[in-house]
Antibody, heavy 121, light 110 residues
């Protein structure tokens, strides 16, 4: 079965960096687009970024563009989110999810349990 | 920036039918937006119900269905049950690689 396990969350000061990881198993990782979605405490879901199956194309929400970088290592079945210049408003549970296909028309499908990022001084 | 709109809240009687919608602040939703629907109960991970307008995800009961109604995407729950009481989110592809979630609908079954 599909398993997605996020890690790397924690408490970080504003302006600092953090890298999240998502270990995937149970499906052919290199064939699927992968998403990051976040949810601030008590708020709704916010799409963050997507990377296509081969890593050649990446797309970001305006709120994180220029600060966050999505990447993947298909040899390790792992998705990453490098988060720089963190702000208090980046505080959220971060979920990784696979797209149901490989390209840009593939919405989030299976979800991980999420990892909490708290940006606070 | 385009805003994806959903009803903030909705209520349905047990056994009843309810249709939740997902629209755009400007323009109409079509299948080319690949509308998808998610269910989330408090403290839990989102669960995919419907993707690409009307494809039911594995294990989702057939009382959940997706469609395009007029200029919006729609999620219809037929024969609502108590455990359908959840938050429901839609997401749309903006055809630039970017996706946008709606604000969510809190469904009450009473």
């Amino acid at each position: 079965q599909v398993q997605l396990v996020e890690s790397g969350g924690g408490v970080v000061q504003p302006g600092r960096s953090l890298r999240l990881s998502c270990a995937a198993s149970g499906f052919t990782f290199s064939s699927y687009a992968m998403h990051w979605v976040r949810q601030a405490p008590g708020k709704g879901l916010e799409w963050v970024a997507v990377i296509l199956y081969d890593g050649t194309n990446k797309y970001y929400a305006d709120s994180v563009k220029g600060r966050f970088t999505i990447s993947r290592d298909n040899s390790k079945n792992t998705l990453y989110l490098q988060m720089n210049s963190l702000r208090a408003e980046d505080t959220a549970v971060y979920y990784c999810a696979n797209g149901y296909c490989s390209g840009t028309s593939c919405p989030p499908w299976y979800w991980g349990q999420g990892t909490l990022v708290t940006v606070s001084s | 920036q385009t805003v994806v709109t959903q009803e903030p809240s909705f209520s349905v009687s047990p056994g009843g039918t309810v249709t939740l919608t997902c629209g755009l602040s400007s323009g109409s939703v079509s299948t080319s937006y690949f509308p998808s629907w998610y269910q989330q109960t408090p403290g839990q991970t989102p669960r995919t119900l419907i993707y690409s307008t009307n494809t039911r995800s594995s294990g989702v009961p057939d009382r959940f269905s997706g469609s395009i109604l007029g200029n919006k995407a729609a999620l219809t729950i037929t024969g609502a049950q108590a455990d359908d009481e959840s938050d429901y989110y839609c997401v749309l592809s903006m055809n630039s690689g970017v996706w946008v979630f709606g604000g969510g609908t809190k469904l009450t079954v009473l």
